[in-house]
C-alpha cells in the first residue's frame, strides 16, 4: 500500500512528509508554496442530485445582511426563518419546507456521508493552515480543524477537465480576512468538495471555491464571496453582503 502524507500547521515553520513503500523522503521547512505530488487516482464526482441546483441550504435559518447577491436557488428545511431579502437579492427560487427543499436535504445529506466516507491508498493528510499550498487532484483529510491562512490555497487540475477535489474535516473549517482559494490548471470550482464534520467561518472579503458540505452551520463575514455551493444540514446559513454564485 502506498501512502502519502501531508502535514501544515499554523506555525511559520512548516514540514511536508511523504512516505511510500519503495522510498522515504522529508522536505525541510520551506516559504514557497508546496506543490503536492499527483494522486494515482482521479475521485469520482460526489453526487448532490436534487440538491445540484440549489446555492444554498440550511437546517436551521437563512440570514442575511446588507447586499448579499445570490445566483442560484435557497433551500431552507425544517427550518422556517429567511431574513434578509430584500436588501438581499436572490436571483433563484426560494424553497422553504416544500418538497424540493425536502429532497435537497435528503440528497445533502446522501452527498456529505458519500464526501466523508472515501479512501484511497495514496490519501494525503493534511492539518493547520493550509494557506500557501497548492493541492493537486485526489483525496486529502485532516483529523482535527483546517485553515486557510497566511497565504492563499490553489487548487491545481495538471489540465485535467475532470480533476476532482475532495477534502474530508473532522472538525471546522475557516479562512482569514483577504485570503482566497485559487483555481489552476483547469480546475472548477464545481469539481471541489469540502466535507466539513462542524462548522465553516469565511472571513471578511475572502474568496472561496467549491461546494461546502457543513454538518452544522455555515457564515460569511463582510464581503466573503463563494463561487459554488454553501450546504448546511442541521444549522444555519449567515450572510453579509456577500457575493454566492453557484457552480
Known sequence: MKTLKLVSTLAIASALFFASCSKSDTAPASTNPVVIPVQ???????????????????????TSTGATNITGDLALSPGTSVGGFPPGILTGTQHINDNIATQAKLDLTAAYNDAAGRTATDIVTLSGNIGGLTLTPGLYKSTSSLAVSSGDLTFDAKGNADAVFIIQIASTLTTTA???VILAGGAVASHIFWQVGSSATFGTTSVFNGTVLAMQSITFNTGASLNGRALARTGSVVMAANTIVKE
Do not use: F, R
Open 40 to 62: 494515482a487516482a482521479n475521485p469520482a464526482l460526489v453526487s448532490l442530485a436534487g440538491s445540484s441546483t440549489i446555492a444554498i441550504i440550511a437546517g436551521a435559518s437563512v
Open 178 to 180: 483577504g485570503s482566497k
